[in-house]
């Protein structure tokens, strides 16, 4: 099959590998039908990201078609569409038995894309199937669906969540990127007065007020773009809170049956559409926002449309 | 001044009484612009709470305009137009340290139109000014603030937040009168997947369609209307909690600014507009809804409307 | 081997059975080394749970010893010394996802002595060994491990950790057999002002007394010892919460290294110990505490003393 | 009367200053019994805490008899042995609503020996009275309650209930002065399995193990004394949280009723006692604890012993 692989800092290269195969009793096979690009990867093909060896396919979040499981795997079935969720879970640890499924210590966590083979291919071997792809209802979407495999749990979990946003709530998100905008999107379920957002890029600030920002502001208005150094050492007295968090997925189901039943919308967010073998075009696209606008894109194999 | 005035159970009446006067360093006295009618003045003229003696001045829900404050009222002013609470709070009590002014233990708690004379009058002294009044924006009209006295943060407080309402959950709302519609409102703001409103009257069940209810059942859908007896000794198993309350008004400051800004609305809740002299002409129409089709019931004095 | 085994309301024998074998993929074979008997047990037989078809080998709590483990078993293996808890947990549903193991849509859950053959035995099948077997640190007992099976976890989380006991609380606990005495010193652990143990037997408040409960009432001392009903209509306005549970076994990892670690204990709780092969001698002490003392009674392997 | 006064950076006297008046309906004079130094003082006369002015009596924390209160107060009377908190409360602004008195808007907060003169002193006024000052049972002692004026509420709410310790938890402390060993204390309210302390002075390492850590450890094992830069843009992945906060003091009355009740001990936490003339030598102690081995000072009036 073909694949998008890392070939160490600044090369990638789309090109045949071998299919992938079951190795252990939880694991399935799954043809990829509709695949995204993270930010995240554009971090490991910078090099920043040193765990991720040269010779691993990348990518953590997909849709796509059960093509075989092994024997240990119950709730999937070969046919099934599935989201392939960007964490992993072992289901045994004492993380997983907390729902803390992102610090997985039993071979789990985020690892496609990053310690195996990932979903940026024709195929890819997932682990712990029944813990790590969903089943699809029929009227949820490939492109809609694929959403839900990093950054909407991650905006609701780490974001939403963990930051207690509560009806009446004033919001500042930094940052329209996908990221941001499904940020946007969760928190609005929980009817803030106002949520502000905060970005250097003109098309970035439309898009969110496209989607229900009250407020977008740039460097023009005052808000610092540079690093800031936090100053806990001042801060302490006004009882600040600094939360951070690798999603755990654990609201995933939620978030899916919200979506089918038409709770949550992120319309617009996929700006550019490709074919799977269009990979290092869809990477240029998304590695240059500020030329292409792009937000999100997506690649979708033959039936994946 | 007019007031309405319990004379024992099935008994009342609309006459002259003394006007209002300052008792206590924290009180004020507000002319009544807008009141309202609650269910529990009808059951206290079903003789059904006894703690309410015969000559007590009903009403604990109002909107009106300061006339006087004494030493110790600091946050509002003669001529402060103002929401008054169906809770006051001492400020000072264990309860109210925690927020849970409707248990004060210090004097306050429900005691306007229950153990001290309450709104249905032309004027009204309100004990603990402080903590019992808000300060209304310009934007809110009297008739909206009203509804802020009671039926709002007790459906909010008691029903919604206790509760544990979230996003993506269903709810069920039995009853689909005035503190019902609140309830279905006030969940919304968390983005339940579905509301299931249940009432036995057509009006009631239109009337929550109407405002956003997903489902409304009657009796004829198979929800039994009879009162049920509840099985803890086989619901257990089931991790069945049960929840109740007295609304401590925490969340009126919130509720309101919500309300200003457009975040909560809660259009055509009141059904019936009345002059606050036809006192009596509005406790026969809001007593009688099956006839009258009315939810909530207004009256408004000379300045209110 | 033998086992005791439920044939139909009263009637119970100990008798030679089929030993257990693996059945699926997550099984695991334990041979019992130490077990209890449950007021549950005693519910069983009287009838009281008509799931529980005759012919079913009794019992949800153990300590035992791996002797066989299916393919799909990753986390123990043959020799280990482990913990048999009275939940399973199939680790795929959405339940299980969300830490309610004791809801376990999968076929896990309370199912031990209940669907399935349970731990009143010499050998037990456990199905999902993963999540329902726990390997013990040598320095815990079997002794001291068996109390971690059920009635630990359950007075932890169902009412301790339901209740929201918290620093400086008054706590009563409405009956001292074994679950009131496993939550007298799991509440201990958050350090309330004063517990409270009511129970009609002398004996049962003197154990309380002799744990540490701060006061032991009786019928005597005006505590209705009747069946109460409870006044949800009068009672509301006090702001009552009522909480209900199955238990989860969420708290067995943590609680299972507070014992390891001396933060936990619970002398004197086992007041009668005998053989396996003694189970029926055994159900006659546990049946009849009032004129036995019996508070838990444990029952040994021959290499399980 | 005498007081300590804040001259500037680097200066303070024990002089004659003008006795305090009552200026406000809910003001308090009490007379000081015991009182004690806090590091924070030491902290402004270094100059670091510009907010605070020359010629401010100094001091939040003490013990004493009202001798005068305002008609607006009507929690305590003249006579009463009361601890004056280090924050106060409006009680009527948002903040306060919230339980939040830390933060009040309405002119309390911290604001003794900060914005209005404070407790280092034979007589303060006391603002906000029924909300700045706590009536002691008889069983409670001076040195006892003194504690309960700043360190324990501080160590409780911001360190102990803000970082969640929950039974079987590894808390760990860095800094075993008085604040530490208080939140070592309060920890242990909830049965950590473990509570480790850092600090670099042998002696206080000692108090900690005396009072029940686990472990203490100082820079020969291994822990960095320097100060240290966090850099949660590795740590983030960790779910790392950060809580601050200034004390609000909303549990002062729990952890009042523990003290008095025997469920909370701080032996030995007062090193040096001192009468209220003696206050310079009493700092020049305080402000040397290498030489002196002091934790916490104490200052006593004639009749505060």
């Not at 979040?61 to 079935?77: F, L």
């Not at 039943?261 to 617009?268: F, K, M, S, T």
Request: charged share 20%.
């Amino acid at each position: 099959m073909k694949a998008l692989v890392y070939n160490g800092p600044g090369k990638r290269s789309w090109h045949d590998v071998p299919d992938p195969v079951i190795q252990d009793p939880e694991d399935a096979i799954v043809r990829v039908d509709a695949v995204t690009i993270c930010g995240t990867d554009l971090h490991i093909l910078k090099g920043d990201v040193p765990t991720v060896e040269p010779g691993r396919i990348l990518g953590h979040e997909a849709v796509g078609t059960i093509t075989a499981v092994a024997d240990g795997v119950r709730g999937v079935a070969v046919g099934d569409r599935v989201l392939i969720s960007c964490i992993t879970a072992c289901g045994r640890c004492e993380y997983c038995r907390q729902g803390h499924y992102g610090q997985c210590l039993g071979g789990g966590g985020w690892i496609l894309g990053h310690l195996i083979d990932g979903t940026q291919a024709e195929q890819v071997r997932v682990p712990f199937a029944d813990r790590s792809v969903y089943k699809l209802p029929d009227n949820v979407s490939n492109e809609e669906a694929v959403l839900l495999a990093d950054i909407l749990p991650t905006s609701y979990e780490v974001g939403v969540l963990n930051g207690g946003v509560a009806p009446g709530d004033t919001v500042v998100i930094v940052g329209a990127g996908p990221i941001g905008l499904a940020a946007l999107a969760t928190s609005k379920l929980f009817t803030p007065a106002r949520v502000v957002v905060v970005d250097a890029a003109d098309s970035r600030r439309k898009a969110a007020l496209d989607r229900g920002a009250d407020l977008a502001l740039g460097p023009d208005e005052d808000v610092e773009g540079a690093p800031a150094t936090l100053h806990l050492e001042d801060l302490w007295i006004r009882n600040v809170t600094i939360t951070t968090g690798l999603v755990d997925t654990f609201s995933t189901p939620r978030l899916l049956s919200m979506l089918a039943a038409g709770r949550l919308q992120l319309p617009g967010l996929i700006t550019h559409r490709f074919g799977l073998d269009e990979m290092q075009d869809a990477y240029d696209v998304f590695a240059d926002p500020a030329t292409t606008g792009a937000l999100k894109v997506a690649l979708f194999g033959e039936e994946g449309f």
